[in-house]
């Protein structure tokens, strides 16, 4: 999207002035623009009312992305739309993923398998992003991934934290079981 592509009072208008949506017109990096983009869409549903704002990679069989923004104002609404994610067809070729996760290996981070499980290698990014802003429980994770991720819910956290802890990446600082209130922080 570029100012030069469309009528900038158009703009203004759907994103409440010039000050709200320059600063991502303004962005040079191809790969970072779209994200800039995404944030300022979501900034504008903030500014709406809707509490919670998520936004999403949907990749179709075609491989071009399309890039989606949901907001709400109920948790309800968040969940009814995860769980709609979580149904989508993989089989059709279709996928969603968070914007936020570059498909890179977390430094440490080995085999990807618990067991006859597989944690997603999305997930343990996320969970390694919001464990890079302090040490927290793992409770508060599972909370973060309902209402900043685009698809992971309050279950995946304890999963996460735990192959992070096996890979040497996370700390539990809570003596005893890793729990959902185990505080927990990265090495």
Do not use: C
């Not at 309902?146 to 995946?156: I, N």
């Not at 996370?170 to 090495?187: A, D, E, H, I, P």
Request: hydrophobic share 40%; aromatic share 8%.
């Amino acid at each position: 999207m570029a100012s030069e592509e469309f009528n900038p009072e158009l703009l203004d208008m759907v994103f409440g002035g010039r000050e709200f949506w320059s600063p991502a017109d303004a962005e040079l990096r191809p790969d970072e623009r779209w994200r800039v983009w995404l944030s300022t869409y979501r900034d504008a549903l903030r500014r709406a009312g809707f509490r919670s704002q998520l936004q999403f990679r949907l990749v179709p069989r075609t491989g071009q992305p399309l890039y989606l923004v949901f907001g709400t104002g109920h948790p309800k609404g968040l969940e009814a739309m995860k769980e709609a994610m979580w149904k989508v067809d993989v089989s059709d070729g279709m996928s969603f993923k968070d914007p936020r996760t570059r498909g890179g290996v977390l430094p440490g981070q080995s085999t990807l398998f618990a067991g006859a499980d597989v944690v997603d290698p999305d997930l343990l990014e996320l969970v390694h992003q919001r464990l890079s802003q302090g040490v927290t429980t793992v409770e508060d994770i599972g909370q973060w991934l309902l209402t900043e991720t685009s698809r992971w819910l309050p279950k995946h956290a304890l999963a996460a934290v735990q192959e992070l802890r096996n890979d040497g990446v996370v700390t539990v600082l809570s003596s005893g079981k890793l729990t959902r209130k185990s505080r927990v922080s990265l090495n």
